[in-house]
């Protein structure tokens, strides 16, 4: 398996700018999961969900943020428009569920984001 | 609230040296206790979980511990690498209605010296 893929690896964009993260999950993963990683705060839940259904988005910072999966396949995180406070890394992760579900995240390598 | 505390934030060592890591918890009702490891410019990868039953568990050279009375863990690296060179972080679930809720420790960075 390939293991979650993330795109793109690296972004430099201009505040204002629409920036939009791609994700994969493990086929035959139900959960997924999106987290942002600064020094300042370690790794912040922004948002996940089950079975394409978003459960928990408390953590989305403000109407910026913006998140949807339109499939068991794929997901996207949308920051419109950006200002550089959302610097940041964005990692996706995704989790089985299940009788298969150990409760370990499963992490992308991860989409780093740098607004000007 | 729930809340993960690791310490050191970070620590230097030479290579071969030992190295322990820790993790406070007020999680509640507390699940099990994971430690991932964040090489740089990677996502966190597992090493191993701990239960509510478990004291100890061994993954090579990681040692991790759990006593559920004090809610504290550790992790124990035994004669380190240069590999070994990444950020450790603590992850505690917690029991809910909804399913399991994730509450991550700010993570140890380690640099291991040669």
């Known amino acids: 398996d390939a293991g979650v893929i993330q795109s793109p690896r690296h972004e430099v964009t201009e505040m204002g700018q629409e920036v939009t993260l791609r994700c994969k999950p493990i086929?035959?993963?139900?959960?997924l999961f999106w987290y942002r990683q600064t020094m300042m705060r370690g790794l912040e839940l922004l948002i996940y969900f089950n079975n394409n259904v978003p459960i928990d988005d408390s953590g989305m910072p403000e109407d910026r943020f913006s998140a949807k999966m339109p499939n068991a396949s794929f997901s996207t995180l949308k920051i419109q428009p950006s200002e550089p406070r959302d610097s940041a890394v964005y990692f996706c992760?995704?989790?089985?569920?299940?009788?298969?579900?150990?409760?370990?995240?499963?992490f992308g390598e991860g989409s780093r984001l740098t607004v000007l | 609230k729930n809340q993960v505390e690791q310490s050191p934030q970070s620590l230097i060592i030479l290579e071969g040296k030992n190295c322990t890591l820790q993790c406070n918890y007020t999680v509640s009702p507390f699940s099990n206790l994971r430690w991932y490891k964040q090489d740089t410019g990677r996502g966190p990868v597992s090493l191993t979980i701990m239960t509510f039953s478990e004291n100890t568990k061994s993954n090579g050279r990681y040692t991790a511990t759990l006593d559920a009375d004090t809610k504290q863990s550790s992790l124990h690296i035994t004669a380190s690498q240069l590999s070994d060179s990444a950020s450790y972080i603590c992850v505690v679930s917690a029991r809910h209605n909804a399913g399991n809720m994730l509450t991550f420790g700010g993570g140890t960075r380690l640099m291991v010296k040669p």
């Open positions: 086929s035959g993963h139900n959960s």
């Open positions: 992760a995704s989790k089985a569920s299940g009788f298969a579900n150990t409760g370990e995240l499963f």
